[in-house]
């Protein structure tokens, strides 16, 4: 499995609590500030790769059970979601002087990253409590 690579201003400080909780509260000029630009887009990319091998490990380590799958093949969407909104933000934002303001795209991207992660933090909560400390603490620098 990779490493989590830690954000560029530490995007997690925007949460309200990154492990838990999905709410963003600030401007878009600091959104993209503490995303680092194209480079946190980057990295909530391969961030959102690495946190799919996590949602592998946990269900391989649960005992098998139809909750459980649903759970992880519901992440593994959103996953999925949060990896094209940042594929199709970075294009937007190397193309933004052809194709106008993505700030809202910028947002989304950021949004949905968080679900993700909270979404996550919920299930190895549910499923896997004794991981919390291990991923809550890489989790908070992002």
Known sequence: M??????HNHLAALS????????????SADL?????????????????????HAIDYIESSCPSSPVVATAMEVLRRDAADVR???????????????????????????????????????AIHDYRPELLDEYAFPMSKV
């Open 84 to 122: 094209i909104i940042a594929m199709v933000t970075m294009v937007r934002q190397l193309m933004r002087r052809l194709l106008g303001d993505s700030h809202a795209l910028l947002r989304e991207t950021a949004g949905s990253y968080f679900s993700f992660i909270a979404h996550l933090g919920l």
């Open 16 to 27: 309200y609590g990154c492990v838990f909780s999905e709410g963003i509260e600030c401007s």
């Open 32 to 52: 993209w500030a503490n995303i680092g630009g194209i480079e946190g887009l980057l990295w909530i990319y391969k961030n959102t790769g690495v946190l799919l």
């Open 2 to 7: 990779g490493k989590i690579a830690p954000g």
